[in-house]
């Protein structure tokens, strides 16, 4: 039993450092690519900002995780 929740923080931990990870990823491409230089910074603040309102406020972790993946995989998407 108290290895199952080893291995469960374990998974959980890696999974979150995956999530910032991708979300610091996400962070930088809107900062460094984002096609309005002078929105450049606003918009990843604004997405920064909005993936902890997600975090913070959406009830169910595996809600809050599939919204935060969808949230960082859809930055590029629309883009030529």
Same mark, same amino acid.
């Given at each position: 039993?108290?290895?199952?929740? /080893?291995?469960? +923080?374990? !998974?959980?931990?890696?999974? *979150?450092?995956?999530? /910032?990870?991708?979300?610091? *990823?996400? +962070? ?11 929105? =450049?910074?606003? !918009?990843?603040?604004?997405? /920064?900002?909005?993936?902890? $309102?997600? $975090?913070? +406020? $959406?009830? @169910? =972790? !595996? ?6 993946? /969808? @949230?960082?995989?859809?930055? @590029?998407?629309?883009?030529?």
């Amino acid at each position: 039993m108290a290895a199952m929740k /080893v291995l469960r +923080f374990i !998974a959980r931990a890696l999974a *979150w450092i995956a999530g /910032v990870l991708c979300a610091a *990823w996400a +962070f930088g491409a809107l900062f460094f690519d984002f096609p309005v230089v002078t929105l =450049r910074a606003p !918009a990843a603040i604004v997405f /920064v900002l909005v993936l902890l $309102v997600v $975090v913070i +406020f $959406v009830r @169910g =972790r !595996a809600e809050q995780r599939s919204r935060v993946a /969808v @949230g960082c995989c859809t930055d @590029g998407l629309g883009r030529d």
